[in-house]
């Protein structure tokens, strides 16, 4: 332990080992953003993201075909160069489709996942750190966890489908019912989880410090609890996502999501497997891109993971 | 109280402050009075969470710090010290007694006041790795007692920041640093900085030195001790190292179960233990003069500390006594004045 001398040179001081000393500032959001280039799957995944949503926002301009108009004389084609990736049983194009049927699906999945991480954060959070409320609302998630989703969604969606499609338009309406029911249905495991890692960093040292410096109880969450369960909490909505767009496309399937004149991946794959021995392709590219976004948004999750934990970074 | 902590921070405040705390030397009220303090938790068990026990992590304590007179506090693991420490700064609500600091008597004291006579008192964890939020950089740690108390902004903070390094020995510009980058007395360093930063008058050190090699134990003791110079600290040192418990303390207590068994002032109790666990703490000590070290005799004790949910009944120590009588296990010893401010528990000292 040296002491620090008053003729501490400005640009680079020698460490006694003979390592530099880093002198300049170095902002967070720097180290952060070095740290996640690091990570090859992450960037991989942050390419394929990026791609997808650019395909599915930016390609039905280029690829101007309307995913609803029939064509029979264009029945289950392969690909070709009017359809690229060919056709269904009454002629849709599967790639129109696909496009359309991105825009909601990534919307869906990702809205949905937003909803279930901050319904599931904040009670995981109340319940961790509140003795009080930790039993009433965990038994609360049990009991969310314990209801039949099927029969409750038909319930939710015959009581207020038409109300919201009156109000917000058919489409628009839709939209907010499944986003929202995704969302209040999917919380719990998240809310788990950030429950009992809430519990075992309040009891850390830190946190008593915290405490005993006399920081109000918002701030010690903010600033001490939720920056360290921010791992459990990154995994859970990647995963999230992965299931929004899968509960989603039963619902569809089940013919209580969006309209069947209306594509999501989920209803195309489902729509497909009918037909998965005549044209496989109408399987395989929704599979595909469903599992493609979840994966990369799982490698944009582990990098930014990695790269947000100050002990990792710089390794 | 003579100063109040300021919204703002200048060094001439500061300065005075310190003149003001000086002069605060002459009068001889105590700092931090304890009375009679207990701290039971209760045991629950069964669906209906009921009751079935307590456990007496403090029963019953009593003393005065008086300022710059540190008191040292050792025991062996589980005998309460930390929960004493804790409950002296109410981040445990005392089940039973009384704690007044400079004259006020915070034991029920409702938040708001509580909190800002919290930037009066300020605690010395053990674990260094864990008293530091690994996500926060060094200077945000340090900062936090002043975005919560103060309202220093930007320069004024940074300034206050590498103040604080430089007073504890550490690089002004490794602000922006992360605590793992450091070692473990580097880090008690950071804890100690931050512990300093809305200059407190009294400072709790738990065990600070138990997680650190031996070598730099002494560095952080020296520290501590420089700093108590220059800012007019003082000190509850907690540890069951009884040798730099007597370095850095004018008084010392004993304690057993939750209980003080014997306080007195640092040389006349190590020189004259009448208690027989103080005797046998310290006969466990080595010594540095090898031949006296091979003729040391040890008293060693027999068993463990009675679990405090259940202690024995008269004299807790009597379980383990090697002068134990029958009378030890009828009533509990009352504190016996034996010397100039050297009092004990013990039905055997007369």
């Known amino acids: 332990m040296t002491k620090p001398s008053a003729s501490l040179s400005k640009q680079s001081l020698l460490d006694s080992d003979g390592t530099r000393l880093e002198l300049e500032h170095r902002s967070m959001w720097t180290d952060v953003w070095r740290q996640f280039r690091k990570h090859k799957g992450a960037l991989a995944g942050v390419f394929v993201f990026v791609f997808i949503s650019v395909a599915v926002f930016v390609g039905p301009i280029i690829h101007g075909v309307d995913p609803n108009a029939i064509d029979f004389t264009a029945r289950n084609l392969g690909p070709v160069w009017s359809h690229p990736l060919g056709t269904d049983n009454i002629g849709h194009d599967t790639l129109a489709q696909m496009l359309a049927g991105g825009q909601v699906s990534l919307a869906v999945g990702l809205s949905a996942a937003f909803i279930a991480l901050l319904l599931g954060t904040l009670i995981g959070v109340l319940a961790g750190f509140f003795k009080a409320l930790d039993g009433p609302l965990m038994r609360f998630t049990d009991l969310f966890l314990a209801l039949p989703i099927l029969p409750l969604l038909l319930v939710t969606i015959l009581l207020f489908r038409d109300s919201l499609r009156a109000t917000f338009g058919p489409e628009t309406g839709i939209f907010l019912l499944i986003v929202s029911i995704i969302g209040v249905t999917s919380w719990m495991h998240t809310a788990r989880v950030v429950r009992g890692d809430v519990l075992s960093i309040k009891e850390r040292e830190f946190v008593t410090a915290a405490h005993s410096i006399g920081t109000r109880r918002h701030r010690i969450v903010f600033r001490h609890i939720l920056p360290n369960v921010l791992s459990p909490i990154m995994v859970s909505a990647t995963l999230g996502i992965a299931n929004a767009i899968i509960t989603e496309s039963a619902l569809s399937f089940l013919g209580l999501g969006f309209p069947p004149d209306f594509p999501t991946w989920g209803r195309l794959l489902y729509d497909g497997t009918n037909f998965i021995q005549i044209t496989p392709s109408r399987v395989i590219w929704p599979g595909l891109f469903i599992a493609l976004t979840v994966l990369s948004v799982n490698y944009i999750g582990d990098g930014l993971r990695d790269a947000l934990d100050p002990r990792l970074r710089g390794r | ?350």
Do not use: W
């Open chain 2, 1 to 350: 109280m003579l100063v109040g902590y300021g919204k703002t921070f200048t060094t001439t405040k500061y300065k005075l402050d310190i003149a003001l705390r000086m002069g605060e030397l002459l009068t001889t009220k105590p700092l931090l009075q304890v009375q009679k303090l207990k701290q039971h938790f209760p045991v629950t068990a069964g669906l209906l969470r009921r009751q079935v026990g307590t456990i007496k992590a403090i029963d019953g304590i009593d003393f005065d710090l008086m300022t710059q007179q540190n008191l040292g506090l050792v025991g062996e693991s589980g005998c309460g010290k930390t929960t004493l420490a804790r409950t002296i700064l109410r981040l445990y609500q005392p089940t039973e007694g009384k704690i007044i600091f400079e004259g006020i008597d915070m034991t029920h004291l409702k938040s708001s006041r509580l909190r800002s006579l919290r930037t009066r008192m300020q605690m010395i964890f053990q674990d260094p790795q864990d008293s530091l939020n690994p996500r926060m950089t060094v200077g945000s740690i340090i900062a936090e007692p002043l975005d919560e108390h103060t309202s220093l902004k930007g320069k004024e903070r940074s300034g206050r920041v590498e103040e604080l390094l430089d007073a504890v020995g550490l690089n002004p510009r490794f602000s922006n640093r992360y605590p793992h980058e450091f070692s473990g007395g580097q880090r008690q360093r950071i804890g100690i900085a931050r512990a300093l930063s809305l200059n407190p008058k009294f400072i709790i050190c738990d065990e600070p030195i138990a997680a650190l090699d031996v070598s730099i134990q002494a560095q952080v003791v020296n520290l501590l001790e420089d700093l108590q110079e220059k800012l007019a600290l003082t000190y509850l040192f907690i540890s069951h190292d009884l040798g730099m418990i007597r370095h850095i303390s004018k008084r010392v207590a004993v304690m057993y179960l939750g209980k003080i068994v014997e306080v007195g002032p640092a040389n006349e109790l190590y020189t004259n233990a009448q208690h027989p666990y103080t005797k046998a703490l310290l006969s466990a000590v080595p010594l540095h003069d090898p031949g006296r070290e091979a003729k040391r005799e040890r008293i060693i004790l027999s068993g463990d500390v009675p679990s405090p949910a259940n202690p024995p009944t008269g004299c807790p120590f009597r379980t383990r006594c090697p002068a134990v009588e029958p009378k030890c296990a009828i009533s509990v010893p009352k504190m016996k004045a034996i010397g100039q401010e050297h009092r004990v528990a013990c039905h055997c000292v007369m």
